[in-house]
T-cell receptor
Framework: DTGVSQNPRHKITKRGQNVTFRCDPI?????LYWYRQTLGQGPEFLTY????????KSRLLSDRFSAERPKGSFSTLEIQRTEQGDSAMYLC????????????FGPGTRLTVT | AQKVTQAQTEISVVEKEDVTLDCVYE???????LFWYKQPPSGELVFLIR??????QNEISGRYSWNFQKSTSSFNFTITASQVVDSAVYFC???????????????FGTGTLLAVQP
C-alpha cells in the first residue's frame, strides 16, 4: 500500500506565474485534503473532497486558488498569478471516510515565489 | 470556534529523560477527535494517535503515552526515556464531525519542537 504522493516536491516560480500541484492519495481513500504550512506554523486547512465533490473551502482559499478532483482519484491545486505570500509548503492528505478517521499526509510541495 | 494551543514552542532534553508535550483545545462540538502528529526534519507529517471525545482512557504505546482530560480540555503527550530519533516537531490537532460521523478538517496547533540531545 503506497502512501500519499505529491508532485513536484519543490517549485520555484516568479511572481505572477501560475503553478499547479498534483496529489495522488492512498488508493481507495475517498477523502482528500489540502493544507498549507508556513515556517514555524501548523498546517492550515484549505479545502477537501469526498470523491469528486469539493465539500468545504477555507476562507484562506482566495479566488486565485482552485482545486479539482475530477475522477475522485488524484487532485490538482492551481494557484494563479502567484504572490510572494503564497510561498509555503502545500500538503495533501487522504483518509477513508466513515471507517477511518486518520488523515495520512504526503511529503508536500514546497513553493517559493520570487 | 475551534482552537488548539500548544504553549511550549521548544523543549530541549537529554536522552533518556521523560518529556511531556502539552495540548489544550477549544471546541463547542460534543463529538470531536484529537490527534497527535510528528513532523521530523524530513518534513512529512506522521500520524501517531487519535482519540474521540467519548473515550477518556489514557493510552500507552511503547514509550509513548497520552493523557486526555475533558475537564481541562487537554490532551497531553509523554515520551518516556526519550531518544535522539524523537527529535521533531509535534503537532496536536482537533477535528469535528459531519457527514455521517467522519472527521472533516484538522485544526492544528503551532507545534512543539522537541530536541533530544545525546
Amino acid at each position: 500500500d503506497t502512501g500519499v504522493s505529491q508532485n513536484p516536491r519543490h517549485k520555484i516560480t516568479k511572481r505572477g506565474q501560475n503553478v499547479t500541484f498534483r496529489c495522488d492519495p492512498i488508493s481507495e481513500h475517498n477523502r482528500l485534503y489540502w493544507y498549507r504550512q508556513t515556517l514555524g506554523q501548523g498546517p492550515e486547512f484549505l479545502t477537501y473532497f469526498q470523491n469528486e465533490a469539493q465539500l468545504e473551502k477555507s476562507r484562506l482559499l482566495s479566488d486565485r486558488f482552485s482545486a479539482e478532483r475530477p475522477k475522485g482519484s488524484f487532485s490538482t491545486l492551481e494557484i494563479q498569478r502567484t504572490e510572494q505570500g503564497d510561498s509555503a509548503m502545500y500538503l495533501c492528505a487522504s483518509s477513508l471516510a466513515l471507517t477511518s478517521y486518520e488523515q495520512y499526509f504526503g511529503p508536500g510541495t514546497r513553493l517559493t515565489v520570487t | 470556534a475551534q482552537k488548539v494551543t500548544q504553549a511550549q514552542t521548544e523543549i530541549s532534553v537529554v536522552e533518556k529523560e521523560d518529556v511531556t508535550l502539552d495540548c489544550v483545545y477549544e471546541t463547542r462540538d460534543t463529538t470531536y477527535y484529537l490527534f497527535w502528529y510528528k513532523q521530523p526534519p524530513s518534513g512529512e507529517l506522521v500520524f501517531l494517535i487519535r482519540r474521540n471525545s467519548f473515550d477518556e482512557q489514557n493510552e500507552i504505546s511503547g514509550r509513548y503515552s497520552w493523557n486526555f482530560q475533558k475537564s481541562t480540555s487537554s490532551f497531553n503527550f509523554t515520551i518516556t526515556a526519550s531518544q535522539v530519533v524523537d527529535s521533531a516537531v509535534y503537532f496536536c490537532a482537533l477535528s469535528g464531525t459531519n457527514y455521517g460521523g467522519a472527521t472533516n478538517k484538522l485544526i492544528f496547533g503551532t507545534g512543539t519542537l522537541l530536541a533530544v540531545q545525546p
